[in-house]
């Protein structure tokens, strides 16, 4: 580590942190001591937020509180806002209006009080490449105010928990993409933080690679952990205890995957067909309220299964597909929008391949 140690002040971790009083000091352990909020206050609280840049308005009044323990997860379709959301509670954006809170401390005025707490798992990579797997988690330690030997410690207990150990000796620049997610994920947890912030943590990861990083998020909740994520999987949103659907800027629905699907009531016809446009327009011209999103005719039903029918005798033009299903988290976010949660080239949102949480 004599060498690691020599890098940290020019290639310090806490350099991502944009005009960052430094972190790399000694710090209180999250050990829940004195002056902590209680245990009922959010562990996250956004009030009256508005984000502008120049002319756009990517936060126009977030009102949100996540609590303690909870698993929470933001999703919504490209530009909606999320990752400015997250940037500010993380404390790496301020708000043009409102405030945002972090375990009772302002996201601003607090920032250092807030990153003592708090580990993040960033889209991009922030490993030290030429530093080995084991040193790069000894040396978040040390910058979180571990002690050598406590820092030692947990990079062990982490090593094996996140699957490491075979790779704990290898530069960090030479793991495949899903090992050094682990060991993003690792060094996030090393100095076991009251909350973590994950933005679209998984991306690239291959199965059995999310599989194992899920576990361990799951592993840290079960713990007291709380999570904020943002993700462009539905199914990584869906097994968060609450979920806030985010449009332009705004939230538009915010419950459990269960409430919000209850939202749409019945369940959901799906009709892939050689003119989706025509079915839509045959279909309301029967009375029903289509939406054509990526996937076909969606048409939201108190009972879909009793509809079909009536329509594959009757429908104008030719269905390759139909399909009845439960309402999915997409089908929530068309019933609410009219418009499909697709990413920014227009594709449908993607389902993580396995290994969701
Ligand atoms: N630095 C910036 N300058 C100008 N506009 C920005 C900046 N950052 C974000 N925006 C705009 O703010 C809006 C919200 O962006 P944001 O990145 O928060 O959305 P997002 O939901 O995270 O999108 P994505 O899923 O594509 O990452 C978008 O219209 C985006 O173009």
Redesign the pocket.
Known sequence: MASSTRRTSATCWCARWPGSPSICRPMRMPDMAEGEVSGNAPALEARGLHKR??A?H?LRGIDLAVWRGEMFALL?P????????FSIFATLLKPSEGTAQVLGFDSVRERVAVRQRMGIVFQEPALEGKLSVRDNLHLMGLFYGLSSRAAKTRSAELLVTLGLEDVAAREAQKLSGGQKRRVELARALVATPEVLFLDEATLGLDVDARRLFWAEVRHYVSAGGTVFL?T?YMDEAEPADRIAL?DH?QIIALGSPQELKNRVGGGVLLLATDDDAQAAAWLREHGHHPEISARGVLLVASEPAAVLPEVLAHLPVRTRRAEVHEPSLEDVFLKLTGRALED?NGKPAPRAQGGQP
């Open positions: 840049y120049g756009v990517a919504g490209n530009g909606a806002g999320k990752t400015t959301l943002t462009h985010i800027g920014g």
